[in-house]
């Protein structure tokens, strides 16, 4: 699929008609385009940094796999579609001493190819500096990253990031390590979103005020409106804080437990995104033998939004379990995972269910 999209993708900007173009103005999928841009920009520039940094100094992450989504929207009319993964990482370390901090530098991108439905990709590059204090047992840090969100089914989640944070980490004993977990997260919506709000007469007149007209064209109202209420069109900025605070508890040498509390409240020029969030995620690790590891996840999310449409009071609870085994042959690993998620709404058409099930290979090097 990869080198057809990248064929009629030069064939095209060569002035060359392909037997599509014939049948559709809409001759290349934007989703080959993207393809393109990937293959023809993101990998050189990965190649270019990999030969002129010294060997050894990166590691690198190269990921595939496959599985099956059964609602790739995420709507209460779930429509599901099998898929192909493609994940590449870079992580590299600069150790000082003294009072300079260490550096971890990173960049990661990330492909679903879906077989029916429209693709999504993610890639995004980010720092952390670390400082050691009290011998190593507490480590504060700070973070930054940038992050681009590209989806061609759901394209009102297109977006683009930045992210500014701090983490301070406590080595409590041998058994036990304490985090706390402050970020602020930007988010620059590529594509304006639609949203209903109710009409505001202004006195003397015979018209709603407050901004421009709907955009919905024609007289009478539109289907799925309410007399009295109009459609907008208008661009999307959030603004998410995060706080967490987080904890790994080791067990014994092959039995550890993740937790972490969190309170995220985000900001957005469109007031029906705004919301409050309090969240509880919990993971158990096994390793049964050296060459295996099992693991089971879960969490609840409860979400309070600020407005809503039509004035209902709207809260959200997202409940997600997840499960997955991998068996490692030295630097290699093939994996099985699976992932629950069920969505609780108060507002018609936010409530669906969902299940992924995933299987691929890991190499790391």
Not at 61 to 70: F, I, K, R, T, W
Not at 173 to 178: F, H, K, Y
Not at 204 to 222: A, F, K, L, Q
Not at 304 to 322: A, E, W
Request: with cysteine; aromatic share 12%; net charge negative.
């Amino acid at each position: 699929m990869l080198l057809s999209c990248l064929l009629r993708c030069s064939l095209k900007q060569n002035g060359v008609n392909t037997q599509k173009d014939f049948l559709s103005e809409e001759a290349i999928p934007v989703n080959c385009c993207r393809k393109r841009f990937l293959l023809s920009i993101f990998l050189p520039a990965v190649i270019v940094l990999l030969t002129f940094t010294p060997a050894g100094a990166w590691t690198i992450l190269l990921e595939s796999g496959a599985g099956y989504n059964d609602n790739v929207a995420e709507s209460p009319e779930a429509e599901g579609s099998g898929f192909l993964m493609y994940h590449s990482g870079l992580t590299h370390r600069f150790s000082f001493s003294g009072l300079y901090p260490d550096i971890d530098l990173y960049a990661d991108g990330v492909y679903y190819d879906y077989f029916d439905a429209d693709d999504q990709y993610q890639m995004k590059a980010g720092t952390v500096l670390t400082w050691s204090a009290v011998n190593g047992r507490l480590r504060p840090a700070v973070l930054g990253e940038g992050l681009i969100y590209r989806d061609d089914l759901m394209i009102d989640d297109e977006r683009n990031e930045e992210m500014v944070g701090g983490q301070l980490e406590w080595l409590y004993s041998a058994r036990l390590t304490l985090r706390a977990v402050q970020t602020l997260r930007w988010a620059d919506y590529t594509n304006p979103v639609l949203y209903i709000e109710r009409e505001t007469p202004v006195p003397g007149t015979r018209n709603p005020g407050g901004g421009p007209g709907p955009v919905y064209p024609g007289p009478g109202v539109p289907p799925g409106l309410r007399p009295g209420e109009i459609l907008r069109s208008e661009s999307r900025d959030d603004r998410l804080w995060r706080s967490a605070l987080q904890g790994t508890i080791y067990i014994n040498s092959s039995l550890w437990t993740d937790i972490s509390l969190e309170y995220l409240r985000l900001d957005s020029s469109v007031d029906v995104e705004s919301f409050r969030e309090y969240a509880l995620f919990g993971s158990l690790v096994w390793q049964p033998a050296d060459n295996w590891e099992i693991f089971v996840t879960g969490g609840w999310q409860e979400a309070d939004y600020d407005d809503t449409p039509r004035d209902i009071d709207r809260t959200d609870t997202i409940r997600t379990t997840g499960a997955g085994v991998s068996r490692f042959f030295g630097n290699l690993e093939v994996f099985g995972r699976v992932q629950w998620r069920k969505t609780d709404s108060d507002l018609a058409g936010e409530e669906y269910r969902q299940t992924v099930v995933q299987c691929g290979v890991l190499w790391s090097f």
